[in-house]
């Protein structure tokens, strides 16, 4: 995707084949730097501290993470011990497990010897996989906006977004906004509100920036005025991504993606969640009890980062010293208020019969 001209993906081998660099998303929308991964520890913080996130480049992270161990030492203690310091950085987004299962399940199987290379293989292999799974997750949701555009010809589409789902999130192209990326470069006229998405903003700080490097129509609003476009008609469609997925078609997402569905479920508004098939759990289904809700620092809530005057990047306290606060990542979005599952092989209902229509291998 584009970057002040320029084209990039959010992760990359280094020119040495060992490391790899991934862009600091902590430092957007203000600095764009890249940032390297030298060891298996440095991706494990990468992704703690956020530096990448969203539940596709995770994965991916894990797996190149897992590579760089093996490329370290190769012992299945080491693998072992590495599989679980990267499980434990994020505990709600599948993908990571996803990834770590798939390489660790292909170099435990295989010789010592021939683990590096294994690993390095897998993890590009998961990587590019992933461009070609987000990006036919774009077609088929453009398709959905072409729809709703030739339902009202002349007029843009009123998209809401909330979080980022966008390439930021993935190697490439994204989840809830490749339908948008796909659809815009079809020619199809649109404009996207973006939720702020409090308390880490990656919504007025990441998706923002995507858009605009993208020359798409958008406006930032605050988290709380969605409900209020939708109720005067100016929301012609709801697109979120998804960290977890259930096989019943539960969505667990950012925090206040489930009240954007209760907005969207009482003002008629199409409300669709875009996910890569890696991003379902098929060992669940009521997402409500059985998806885990990460708990980060209360500092994200209590404080904010911009940037100044003189062009730092600064942090701020909001609340008074000594009042407590309490900072979920996400929620989840039961399945009857989801208009539609857009994946990488087609739309389908929300429900356990819509996805194994979809993923008839899955059935138990």
């Known amino acids: 995707m584009r970057v002040t001209g320029s084209d990039y993906k959010t992760i990359w081998l280094d ?32 992704i703690a501290q956020m530096i990448v996130r969203g539940a596709p480049l995770i994965g991916v992270t894990g797996a190149y ?85 030739a339902r009202s010809p002349g007029k843009p589409v009123n998209i809401l977004t909330h979080c980022n789902a966008g390439w930021l999130c993935a190697v490439d192209w994204g989840t809830a906004l490749a339908p948008v990326y796909k659809a815009a470069r079809a020619g199809v ?15 007025a700080s990441l998706t923002a920036f995507e858009l605009l490097n993208e020359g798409i129509p958008h406006t930032v609003i605050a988290d709380n005025a969605g409900g209020h476009l939708m109720q005067h008609g100016l929301v012609d469609l709801v697109i979120v991504g998804s960290d977890r997925t259930t096989r019943a078609g539960d969505v667990c997402n950012k925090i206040g993606t489930y009240l954007k569905a209760l907005a969207a479920h009482e003002n008629g508004v199409p409300f669709y969640v875009a996910l890569p098939g890696s991003t379902i759990d098929w060992r669940i289904g009521d997402g409500v009890r059985e998806i885990p809700i990460e708990q980060r620092s209360p500092r994200e809530v209590t404080h904010i980062s911009g940037q100044a005057s003189n062009g730092d990047i600064v942090e701020v306290r909001l609340t008074p010293r000594g009042s407590p606060a309490l900072n979920f990542g996400f929620d989840v979005t039961p399945a009857r208020f989801v208009s539609g599952l857009v994946t990488e092989r087609g739309v389908c209902a929300a429900s356990e019969s819509g996805l194994a229509r979809l993923y008839p291998e899955m059935r138990g």
């Not at 649109?190 to 702020?196: A, G, N, S």
């Open 15 to 46: 020119q040495d084949g060992r490391g790899v660099r991934v862009i600091d998303q902590t430092l957007l929308p203000h600095r764009f730097e890249t940032h390297a991964l030298a060891t298996m520890n440095d991706a494990a913080r990468a």
């Open 65 to 149: 993470g897992l590579a760089i161990a093996a490329g370290e030492d190769a012992s299945d203690a080491n693998i072992e011990a590495a599989r679980a310091a990267l499980m434990a950085t994020r505990p709600t987004a599948v993908n990571l497990r996803w990834a770590l299962d798939r390489v660790s399940a292909l170099l435990l199987a295989a010789p010592v010897s021939e683990r590096r290379a294994l690993a390095y293989a897998e993890a590009l292999r998961i990587a590019e996989e992933d461009v070609a799974c987000c990006e036919a997750i774009g077609t088929h949701g453009a398709a959905v906006i072409a729809d709703m555009a």
């Open 189 to 203: 006229a649109l404009h996207v509100y973006v939720d702020e998405t409090r308390p880490r903003n990656q919504g």
